[in-house]
């Protein structure tokens, strides 16, 4: 059992190790989608102390105004594609969030 835990572990572990990544350090997170559902997806993603929000991505950019208050150093798109060209090395994590009807 112990043998099989520790493999299992260290195969969870593995992709930090192989970007370098301390695992003490803050998931980086991006936010697709940032007003209603979005909204409340990316303000509980930032009440996580091991979390930081590091780009948001909304077709509309006025739905974007609440998000900016959560991190304004955190830059906007409005192309998902962009903002993965961009950053997607500095990005661990996307909460991707569409209305219901999409």
Aim: aromatic share 6%; charged share 25%.
């Amino acid at each position: 059992f112990l043998k099989t835990s520790t493999t299992a572990a260290a195969m969870l572990a593995a992709p930090a190790f192989v970007r370098g990544q301390n695992l003490n350090s803050r998931l980086q997170i991006a936010g697709i989608g940032c007003d209603g559902k979005g909204w409340s997806d990316i303000k509980e993603m930032s009440t996580h102390g091991k979390t930081k929000l590091v780009a948001f991505c909304d077709v509309d950019l006025a739905r974007t105004e609440k998000v900016k208050e959560l991190n304004p150093e955190a830059p906007i798109f409005q192309d998902y594609r962009e903002m993965l060209a961009k950053l997607g090395d500095k990005i661990d994590a996307v909460t991707v969030s569409t209305p219901d009807h999409m």
